[in-house]
């Protein structure tokens, strides 16, 4: 199976990459939800976060912290959302962080809603030791 990331990658004359590093690119995606949304990716084929070595996934995130910075002062942008999905809702299976440029009112709604509070403290209790990271 080809990667379309990987395969975008190695065409650097194409303009919807932003920029190729050692380790990471930075990608405009091809449908974005408002201009300027980018992709991180990491140069090396990772289908996930989840199976992404932990010093890949730190280089990742600087280079994500990096492309929301110069995305905030490009696009004049009150916020960033940053997003990644693993597995599920992932439409290429290669880890990418979405870099979001966003704007007070700008109308995105539901994104990751219905939300919910925890019932009662004992529940909250629950979910928070079946997690077991403390």
Known sequence: MVCSFCDLITRPDDLGIVDVGADTAALLDHAPVFFGHALVVPIVHVEHLLVAPSELAAMIMVRTQEVARAAMLAYHADGILTVTNSII?????????????????????????????????????????ALGLG
């Open 89 to 129: 809702s992932q439409s290429v299976p290669h880890l990418h962080i979405h870099v979001i440029p966003r704007r007070r009112g700008d109308g995105l709604r539901g994104f990751l809603w219905p939300r919910r509070r925890y019932p009662t403290d004992a529940t909250l209790a629950d979910h928070r030791n």
